[in-house]
């Protein structure tokens, strides 16, 4: 049996852009990536803590070092700027394994979005 765990997040990061003329995603600064285990086209869900609002959607590179969290498409009409993120992806896996797998959780400095 596989069950669907929590695989990745990045947990209380700021909105940094909102583009709402773009095909959409999360740009993520390649640093915060690297940090929680994303990759490039990886499917996310988007938290936002300001308002209570959930979506889901993918993740595109961002500048390495700029901290950059930009929720592109419809999904800038989710968040305001400097809202409250946590981002998350999730991973299938076999049920005895996910009892002992440990997923990556990255706690930014949530005011740069730089790593601690």
């Not at 695989?7 to 600064?29: P, R, W």
């Not at 640093?31 to 996310?44: G, H, S």
């Not at 803590?49 to 950059?68: A, L, M, P, Q």
Request: with cysteine.
């Amino acid at each position: 049996m596989e069950i669907t765990v929590m695989k990745s997040k990045l947990h209380c990061v700021t909105v940094t852009q909102a583009e709402l003329d773009y095909i959409g995603s999360v740009t993520i600064d390649e640093d915060l990536m690297d940090a929680a285990n994303f990759i490039e086209n990886e499917q996310v869900h988007i938290l936002n803590k300001n308002n209570g609002e959930r979506f889901i959607t993918y993740v595109i590179k961002g500048e390495r070092g700029s901290g950059v969290i930009c929720l592109n498409g419809p999904a800038a009409l989710r968040v305001k700027l400097a809202d409250v993120v946590i981002i998350i992806s999730y991973a299938n896996m076999d049920f005895e394994k996910a009892k002992t797998f440990h997923p990556w959780v990255v706690f930014p400095d949530t005011k740069t979005n730089k790593l601690k």
